[in-house]
């Protein structure tokens, strides 16, 4: 039988999580999200646990709303050029498997300024903070993941309005994981 644990930055994200499924609050940001979920995966087992990162996300490109499954998580706020011309490999981009064919920027600059939101739009549909950090730490313990992003703003200046668009993303990922979790049994 799987086992799941739900992953999200903030209790908001998390709030319409069905009962009895754990729930980890990580934290805002690519290292709190990292840290916390690779001390989960340490203190369990994990050989039948799925790690679900639910949570919400602004949209690069117009048009986009509703939940979306990335397929690949990219590290946008990593000078990535830089590090690859000293010879070493930033690992920028993680597949995410089973994911609907978007991309993910994922980075700890909260995107609310139009000009950084067009130059991430031409590499990623999506932008959050923590998505990053959570993927990384499962792929280090073999431990399978679904990233689970719903649109809560269009990542400008609307974005700072966050705190008031949250409640209704979180129903949503909560209708979606409890149909998830129901359909998996």
């Known amino acids: 039988m799987t ?40 203190s369990r087992d994990t050989s039948d646990l799925v790690v679900l990162n639910v949570g ?12 979306y499954l990335p397929s690949t998580v990219i590290n946008h706020d990593l000078n990535v050029d830089a590090i690859r011309a000293i010879g070493l490999d930033p690992q920028d981009e993680l597949p995410v498997e089973g994911g609907d064919g978007t991309v993910l920027a994922s980075g700890d600059v909260f995107v609310a300024d139009p000009a950084v939101r067009a130059r991430l739009a031409e590499q990623a549909h999506l932008v959050d903070m923590e998505a990053y950090g959570v993927v990384y730490a499962c792929r280090e313990f073999g431990v399978p ?27 949503a990922l909560g209708e979606w994981v409890t149909e998830f979790v129901r359909q998996a049994s």
Do not use: C, F, N, Q
Request: net charge negative.
């Open 145 to 171: 993941v679904k990233v689970v992003k719903h649109v809560s703003d269009a990542a400008d200046d609307a974005a700072l309005d966050w705190p008031t668009l949250v409640d209704t993303s979180a129903k």
């Open 3 to 42: 086992d799941y644990v739900v992953v999200s930055a903030v209790r908001g994200e998390a709030r319409y999580v069905p009962e009895g499924l754990p729930v980890l609050i990580t934290g805002a940001g690519k290292t709190p999200a990292a840290v916390a979920t690779a001390r989960m995966l340490a």
């Open 56 to 67: 919400t996300t602004g949209a690069l490109r117009d048009g986009l709303s509703g939940i």
